[in-house]
Structures are given as C-alpha cells and as structure tokens.
Nanobody
Framework: QVQLVESGGGSVQAGGSLRLSCAVS????????LGWFRQAPGKEREGVAT???????THADSVKGRFTISKDNAENSLYLQLNSLKPEDTAMYYC?????????????WGQGTQVTVSS
C-alpha cells in the first residue's frame, strides 16, 4: 500500500520559512509523480506543486518564486521549501501521489501538516 506521511509544519511569522517533508512508502519517488496540495478551513483545496519521475516541476502561480518542490530519490522522500511566507499561505498541506502536473487528480493523500503564518 502507498503511505504518505508529512512533517515539518508549524507556526511562523510572515516572511519566515519552513521545510515540509513527506516520507513515502509503497511508491518509488524516482519513477513516479508526486505533489503538494493545501486547504484552508472553509476554502477549496489548491494544488501547490508537482514533480514528475524525471524531476520536472510545476508550481502554482500563487507560490512561484517562493515555494520549491523537490525530492530525494535515495531517501524516497518529497519536500516543499516554503520561503517568504504570507498569512494567506496558512493551510493544511498535503503530500499527494500520482500528480505528474498541475490539474492531475491525486490517487493518494497524506494526513497533512499544518502551516500557520501570522502577520
């Protein structure tokens, strides 16, 4: 079975940074596609970034230049570096699988890690 376990969330002030991690099992990061979604209370979920089996990445317009998705094939892990955080970035962030590009529907979801940005 595919399991995705996020970590690294927390509370930071605007302008701060966080690095989210996703430990992946039952799914080979080097050969498959992964991504990050986020959802704030009362709002629709939003695709944040994707990375395919070749390492090619896509980022949502709202986070371009601030967030960076990456992976470590040896550790079979996915990461999201969040820089220059804004209060509107506050959300639950989810690691997802089988998202090779923006618009693809994930097949698997982690339980999420909370990111809270204060002003």
């Amino acid at each position: 079975q595919v399991q995705l376990v996020e970590s690294g969330g927390g509370s930071v002030q605007a302008g701060g940074s966080l690095r989210l991690s996703c430990a992946v099992s039952g799914y080979t990061v080097s050969r498959r596609c992964l991504g990050w979604f986020r959802q704030a209370p009362g709002k629709e979920r939003e695709g944040v970034a994707t990375i395919d089996n070749y390492g090619r990445t896509t980022h949502a317009d709202s986070v371009k230049g601030r967030f960076t998705i990456s992976k470590d094939n040896a550790e079979n892990s996915l990461y999201l570096q969040l820089n220059s955080l804004k209060p509107e970035d506050t959300a639950m962030y989810y690691c997802v699988a089988d998202t090779c590009a923006m618009g693809w529907v994930p097949s698997y979801w982690g339980q999420g890690t909370q990111v809270t940005v204060s002003s």
